[in-house]
């Protein structure tokens, strides 16, 4: 915490304290990379030049760069470190009778899972009372299953076609933006954690107006639990049109 | 596409869908107070701005395929949050100038602004609350939960900045400031929104953590180029007052660097100046203040910070977005730490 200092006698304080050396020996972060030749696009493109008026060569940056990012870093990682140890707190044990607040993410995941549910029984039950769509997306598909293969339907889309090849129980979400024509890519579903994805996925309008729309999701075997998304692009514009989830239970 | 170009359009574009919504939900119809909240509450979001936070986070869940009504609902909410956090600061700060025009408060007075600035807040609940029928209740409660520390952080931050001023602290440094800046600026500017465009864009199905990381670089360095504007920059393109924040006795970057340069009796000299309220402060001191800055090369040494963040804020937007497909909203977000480094 910085040391507040009255103006009359700001002059008096002027001997500063200095931080503690950090424990670590080396930066946690090569911030250098950045404007080096080895720096690579994210999609494994050869670097363009910087933007940042440096000249895009590693070693021209001066020592306010190096040291704006080094400290930006360390901020970062002090703030997350304190946010750690603040959710650790949570952790601690609780009396015997009383919930531990370590169930807490679980109790609330399960009750928002209740709840969502019960929302969507909500809204079902609504657009039969009144009539009409009460404000799902316009085009929107779910199913849940071990393993099925033939047509589904929905009240949104006239016709889906889902194949769906998978060992664990998985629940499948489809949005897409409207109107739905041309060829649509899928980009690998992947996880929220960990590098595993599904690459056998595809959907594809159908080229009569009223034809269905066809989903393919072939998991992977002994693919862990998890929840696997993955953008659905127009193939010749490359603009996202939606999205695929698949959550493996 | 034109990379220097991406950026300005998508504001322009999307800036304008958002100004289109938040004066659907400010349309307060009957005579609830119209004269002194009505117009009071579309003054601000009238006026423009940029859009930067409303029009960040539809880019990134446009970027990873959703809609644009998908996330309109709680980039709204944003807006309607930003324009109420800028109608207190103008109080706290007793700011003249914003955006151009008159600040609230110096309008219609402190009671009606802080009024209109509550009203601001109550209000965005409503679109956060719409997200239910869009996305479904257990996302629309992961947004509310991201609000909700958002809020808390921005508020901390702006604490942290007010206590700094009312108890004429001096002694900080460069991290002090960027600890400050992290609550203060970047949670509600661009960590929130990339987190929450990012939430709706895989459905919760992605890690949140490098949002976080690009949200702070890209962040610290739209503030410390928005304190930098503020002491020399073009006031008909800033939009507020030029040399306010020296005025206001703000701790910039700027500051922090002189008081850590500059020799003993300069540092007393440039304290008196910070802790005399801004109506007793002279303007010959202002003046030396700056000059002063320009023999110790603060503001240059704030300039390469900038760009040091700014091209943090590069690498961590590779490692946040990798692997998604190529497209126009991915290409503001990518280009978006070099615009804010480099906008007038």
Redesign the interface.
């Known amino acids: 915490m910085?040391?507040?200092?009255?103006?009359a006698s700001?002059?008096k304080?002027?001997a500063?304290?200095k931080?503690p050396a950090l424990p670590r020996t080396e930066p946690v972060?090569s911030?250098s990379?950045?404007?080096g030749s080895n720096a690579t696009?994210?999609?494994g493109a050869a670097p363009e030049p910087?933007?940042?008026?440096?000249g895009g060569v590693a070693g021209v940056?001066?020592d306010?760069?190096?040291?704006?990012?080094e400290?930006?870093?360390?901020?970062?990682d002090?703030?997350?470190r304190q946010g750690a140890s603040a959710a650790g707190a949570f952790a601690k044990p609780t009396p015997v009778g009383i919930p531990s607040t370590a169930d807490l993410p679980k109790m609330t995941e399960r009750m928002?899972?209740y709840?969502?549910d019960?929302?969507?029984l909500w809204f079902d039950a609504m657009r039969i009372v009144s009539g009409h769509n009460?404000?799902?997306?316009a085009a929107d598909a779910r199913t849940a299953g071990s393993s099925s293969e033939g047509p589904a339907t929905s009240d949104h889309r006239s016709r889906w076609v889902l194949e769906v090849r998978s060992e664990r129980p998985a629940e499948i979400?489809v949005?897409l933006?409207e109107p739905v024509t041309g060829e649509l890519?899928v980009?690998?579903l992947?996880a929220?954690?960990g590098k595993k994805t599904i690459a056998d996925v595809a959907v594809r309008p159908s080229a009569e107006p009223e034809g269905p729309l066809r989903v393919r999701v072939h998991v992977p075997p002994k693919l862990p639990p998890g929840?696997?998304?993955?953008?659905?692009?127009d193939a010749e514009s490359?603009?996202?049109?939606?999205?695929l989830?698949v959550t493996l239970r | 596409m034109n990379?220097a170009q991406v950026v300005p359009e998508i504001l322009g574009e999307y800036g304008a869908i958002c100004r289109r919504a938040v004066r659907r939900y400010l349309s307060i119809r009957g005579d609830r107070g119209a004269e002194y909240l009505g117009d009071a509450l579309r003054d601000y979001p009238e006026r423009g701005g940029r859009s930067l936070r409303s029009s960040l986070c539809i880019a990134v869940a446009?970027?990873?395929?959703?809609?644009i009504?998908?996330a309109l609902d709680s980039a709204v909410a944003l807006e309607m949050m930003h324009n109420s956090f800028l109608i207190h600061d103008d109080v706290e700060d007793d700011s003249e100038v914003r955006r151009g025009r008159p600040t609230l408060h110096v309008l219609h007075g402190v009671p009606i602004a802080i009024n209109v600035g509550d009203a601001l807040t109550v209000l965005s609940l409503r679109p956060f609350l719409r997200n239910?029928?869009?996305l479904?209740?257990?996302l629309s409660?992961r947004i509310l939960e991201e609000a909700e520390q958002m809020a808390r952080e921005t508020v901390e931050g702006q604490a942290i900045e007010l206590g700094?001023r009312r108890?004429?602290?001096?002694?900080?440094?460069?991290?002090?400031y960027?600890?400050m800046v992290?609550k203060k600026t970047c949670w509600y500017t661009t960590i929130f929104p990339t987190r929450v465009g990012a939430l709706i864009?895989?459905?919760?199905?992605?890690?949140l953590?490098p949002f976080?990381?690009f949200g702070?670089?890209v962040g610290?360095a739209f503030q410390i180029q928005d304190d930098l504007l503020n002491l020399i920059g073009d006031r008909a393109q800033y939009g507020k007052e030029i040399g306010g924040d020296l005025w206001e006795g703000k701790r910039t970057l700027m500051i922090i660097h002189l008081l850590n340069q500059a020799n003993?009796?300069e540092?007393?000299r440039l304290?008196?100046f910070?802790?005399t309220p801004r109506a007793d402060k002279r303007s010959s001191d202002a003046t030396w203040v700056r000059d002063l800055m320009d023999s110790y090369g603060s503001v240059?040494?704030c300039q390469?910070?900038?760009?040091?963040?700014?091209?943090?804020a590069?690498?961590e937007?590779?490692r946040g977005?990798?692997?998604?497909?190529?497209?126009?909203?991915l290409s503001f977000v990518?280009?978006l730490?070099?615009w804010v480094?480099?906008r007038a």
Do not use: C
């Not at chain 1, 306010?64 to 990012?69: A, D, E, N, Q, Y």
């Not at chain 2, 446009?62 to 809609?67: I, P, Q, T």
């Open positions: 910085p040391r507040q200092t009255p103006a700001a002059k304080s002027r500063r304290a931080k972060r911030w990379t950045l404007f696009g994210a999609h910087s933007p940042f008026g440096f940056a001066t306010s760069v190096r040291r704006g990012v400290l930006g870093y360390r901020v970062l002090d703030y997350m928002m899972q709840t969502s019960f929302t969507s009460a404000g799902r997306p979400i949005t933006d890519v980009e690998p992947r929220s954690s929840r696997y998304t993955g953008v659905v692009v490359r603009q996202p049109k939606g999205r989830t | 990379r446009r970027a990873f395929g959703a809609s009504d998908d239910r029928s869009t479904g209740a257990r409660l700094w108890a004429n602290t001096i002694d900080l440094g460069d991290d002090d960027l600890r992290l864009g895989s459905r919760d199905g992605v890690d953590e976080l990381r702070f670089f610290a003993d009796d540092v007393t304290s008196l910070l802790a240059a040494y390469q910070v900038a760009h040091g963040l700014a091209g943090a590069t690498l937007f590779e977005f990798a692997g998604l497909p190529e497209s126009r909203d990518r280009e730490p070099a480094i480099s």
